[in-house]
């Protein structure tokens, strides 16, 4: 019988109880849902960034380099996501506290909340594209906030449809993936791309490339344990995320690449980070593509922001989910119209290296060396417990994540490492959260049995 006090904050989290008790979607599944998520227009123009900053074959390489990488980090996080039957940041309280959650959580509204900007901008200049080329009107601005309105729409009512049709989008924009390519291959041959002249000028080098790439992995490592939790087993959503998210992230990170080193054979004027450059080298198909995939994509991105908010503090029931979605609706939809954050891209990317590298390296640490891949129904207390710490606070997570955070931005701004800074950081913080874990005495005994939540969740409510 649990005691009192598990009794009176054992509460469950209403999403959590959406969760089925044995997971139902095979690798397959799991795979389509990573591809059709990362295909999408911010994750190509990405892959612009790099030439002629470094050459074609560099970028290919530190594209293939950062990713693998970065999908180690995300299949992790992933694995424990099936394991428990949590999303990503229900976990955090395993390691960060109950009430020490708060920071991820919180981090990662602002990081979402960012992405749903800059996606939004990357739709309504596309839509402002067609419509000037069709009419002559052009207002940027006013088609960025019309399809972030549209998103919040999506988001509230039409998101379990979008999540549905998602993968046809993703079989269309691999559809035209594909023409860009042969398009792009068949115009100029390979060693023409692989003979494009560098420019010093950029300041970009293969530590920068590959610091951007696996922060855009971080970046989706928020959701990762969201995507994968309902896989049925362990190796089918390790596999599915795995080979999804590393799959589509090559891919399209590779075809911005290649558009915008097709500009430049062109002879025509590459600006990374424009979708009007790539959309004028290969038509409006792409620009529809382009709409497609940001609306999919940033629907789902504002739904997972409310649930965030919903349960980022702890109460005893989360916040409601319509006046939360419209309160983040609006500002997200005055946020869309602050077209400068695109000139600021890789500044944002940075920023999400800083905030979440730290926070995965200690969730990372604390599940699977210090507690032995095992949390228990605890993790669900409103209050008390093992994860309570100190007044619902671990310490030591935060300070690991503050001096980690603080760590990747001077190597990103002063001391400048040849290798970069994403390992460097990942490296620090998990050696300090071990050490605070033997300090601290965190652990479980050997042979701890791991069991999914749901299913503790179940037999604590029938007694």
Known sequence: MKNSQQSATLTADPDEEQVPLRGTLGGGRIMLIWLAANLVVTTLLTGTLFVPGISFGDSLL??????????????????????????????????FGLRGSIVPSLSNLIILMGWSWVQAMLAGISVDY??????????PILFAALCQAFVVFLAIFGHV????????????IVSIIIYVFAVAFSTHPPAEYLAI?????????????????FATAISWTVLSADLTRTARGVRAGAAGAAIGYTTSTILTMALGATAISYVLLEGNEA????????????????????FLS????????????????????????????????????????IGSTWLGLLEQFTNFLATIGALFIPVFAVMIVDYYLARRRSYNREILNYKGGKYWFTGGW???????????AGLYTLLTTVWFSPVGAALPTVLFSGLMYWLWTRI????EPRGVESRHLADQLELATEK
């Open 294 to 333: 940001v609306m999919a994509t940033n629907t789902m991105v504002m739904y997972g922001m409310t649930l965030s908010l919903q349960h980022a503090f702890p109460r005893r029931r989360p916040l409601p989910f319509l006046p939360t979605a419209l309160g983040l609706g609006v500002v997200a939809v």
């Open 440 to 443: 601290a005495r965190i652990s």
């Open 161 to 172: 449809g979008i999540a549905r049709i998602e993968p046809l989008f993703g079989l269309v």
């Open 62 to 95: 530190w594209i293939v380099c950062g990713t693998v990488l970065g999908a180690g980090v995300l299949t992790l996080v992933a694995v424990m996501g099936v394991r428990t039957g949590l999303s990503t940041m229900a976990l955090t309280k395993g390691s």
């Open 130 to 139: 067609l419509v000037h080329a069709w009419t002559g009107y052009s207002n």
């Open 394 to 404: 671990n310490i030591g997570a935060i300070v690991v994540w503050a001096t980690g």
């Open 197 to 213: 002249a560098i420019d010093p000028a950029l300041g970009m080098d293969g530590a920068l490339v590959f610091d951007i790439v």
């Open 271 to 290: 600006v990374a980070f424009d979708p009007t450059v790539i959309i004028t080298a290969f038509g409006a198909p792409l620009a529809a593509v382009m």
